[in-house]
């Protein structure tokens, strides 16, 4: 149980193009997913957190605009990163909170490597 | 700012014996404490956590001790086998909050 996929797993897009990440819980309801970057041989840092029904709340120094989250049902978050460059070329991972199991364990999807040429 | 740090950057281990990975973290009202290992080009997957009240905690080959005094952290794995190999993410968390704080993580490599 609790599992968490995402989709796609690898993107190669065009600089200027836009990029949508799924992100959905398989066999358990998440009112609350997170959103992380990796960078290569880096920890993750939280962007976002994404409450189903409502709007996200980013963390400092992420751009609302530039980084489009949607949750718009129990099992799935999206994340669009707008108008992507070659900075954007990174290794997004998404997490998820099932409310039912504790209090703050998340389970993480297996990422999602986007590279921006 | 706050922050969760470790100690050594890679552990080299040869297998058959016991690894210890630390963890130093800094913010005093941390109240939740989770080990991750991350598998290369792969998510975090959930090894053990620990809550503020306890300072031990074993499941299958893992033991997670913490230290509130010192703000301190460690994973010993027991036995350490090929699949281990890894790199492990310390996190914490805070009251009612839900998100983590990851450390920079350590690289384990287990050697024949």
């Known amino acids: 149980g609790a599992v968490v996929s995402q989709h796609p797993s690898r993107v190669i897009c065009k600089s200027g193009t836009s990029v949508k990440i799924e992100c959905r819980s398989l066999?358990?309801?998440?009112?609350?997913m997170f959103w992380y970057r990796q960078f290569p041989k880096k920890s993750l840092m939280l962007m976002a957190t994404s409450n189903e029904g409502s709007k996200a709340t980013y963390e400092q120094g992420v751009e609302k605009d530039k980084f489009l989250i949607n949750h718009a049902s129990l099992t799935l978050s999206t994340l669009t990163v707008t108008s992507a460059h070659p900075e954007d070329s990174s290794f997004y991972i998404c997490s998820a909170r099932d409310w039912n199991r504790g209090r703050n364990e998340q389970f993480f999807g297996p990422g999602t490597r986007l590279t921006v040429l | 700012g706050e922050s969760v740090g470790l100690h050594l950057p890679t552990l080299s281990v040869q297998e058959g014996d016991n690894s210890i990975i630390n963890c130093a973290y800094s913010n005093s009202a941390s109240d939740y404490f989770i080990w991750y290992k991350q598998e290369s080009g792969k998510g975090p997957q959930f090894i053990i956590d620990i809550r503020s009240n306890m300072d031990k905690r074993q499941g299958q080959r893992v033991t997670v001790l913490l230290n509130k005094t010192v703000k301190h952290l460690s994973l010993q794995i027991a036995a350490t086998q090929p699949g281990d190999s890894a790199v492990y993410f310390c996190a914490d968390s805070t009251g009612t909050a839900s998100k983590l704080t990851f450390g920079t993580g350590t690289r384990l490599q287990v050697t024949l």
């Open positions: 066999d358990f309801q998440a009112t609350t």
